[in-house]
């Protein structure tokens, strides 16, 4: 199974700081990563796919990189309603595996 | 709209049987993959299977000597059994449309699932 490593676990962070999440996958994910939001008690969100790709109704500030094994996900000018836990996907190969997720707070 | 709605019994006994059903209103049922994603409390998430419009699946190999995923298309549902369930198990479990590359873009509200004596 390809292993998907998310740092750090938590990120303390305020209204409109730039935070940035990393995801790093135990081989080669070529550019087959998306990155979900989560809120309590809520079934996650798709916010990226394809490293880069916005959802529909995504807002700009969200942003994402990275190729091969490593992959970034940046909240530029963090707002209160960013405050969530956030995992990235491979979906390069079965089972699809998810990252252990960042808690943004 | 499309709604995933998802309902099962909500509190087991170790050994017995989990069974979820998600049922899918609006869009296209024969476009997409279908997946049952689980969520143990306060912990990440893991995908447990997929099953598309003609049956076809594909499961998360440690949970496959346990794990049953049907679809009736005529509903436009899919379906969840998993067996001899321990405290293991207990998760909220999401059912999910995914797309041919295997993202899931709409979700279920979840169902919170425990095993416990």
């Known amino acids: 199974d390809i292993q998907m490593t998310q740092s750090p676990s938590t990120l303390s962070a305020s209204v409109g700081d730039r935070v940035t999440i990393t995801c790093r996958a135990s081989?080669?994910?070529?550019?087959?990563l998306a990155w979900y939001q989560q809120k309590p008690g809520k079934a996650p969100n798709l916010l990226i796919s394809k490293v880069s790709g916005l959802e529909s109704g995504v807002p700009s500030r969200f942003s994402g990189s990275g190729s091969g094994t490593e992959f970034t996900l940046t909240i530029s000018n963090l707002q209160p309603d960013d405050f969530a836990s956030y995992y990235c996907?491979?979906?390069?190969?079965?089972?699809?595996?998810f990252g252990q997720g960042t808690k943004v707070e | 709209q499309l709604q995933l709605q998802q309902w099962g019994a909500g509190l087991l006994k170790p050994s017995e049987t989990l069974s979820l059903t998600c049922a899918v209103y609006s869009g296209s049922f024969s476009d997409y993959y279908w997946s049952w994603i689980r969520q143990p409390p306060g912990k990440g998430l893991e995908w447990v299977g997929e099953?598309?419009?003609?049956?076809?699946?594909y499961y998360n190999a440690s949970l496959k000597s346990r794990l049953t995923i049907s679809v009736d298309t005529s509903k436009s549902q899919f379906s969840l059994k998993l067996n001899s369930v321990t405290a293991a198990d207990t998760a909220v479990y999401y059912c999910?449309?995914?797309?041919?590359?295997?993202?899931?873009?709409?979700w279920g509200q979840g169902t919170l699932v425990t095993v416990s004596s």
């Open positions: 099953i598309n419009h003609v049956g076809s699946t």
């Open positions: 996907q491979q979906y390069k190969s079965y089972p699809w595996t």
């Open positions: 999910a449309r995914t797309r041919v590359v295997r993202t899931f873009d709409s």
């Open positions: 081989q080669n994910i070529n550019s087959w």
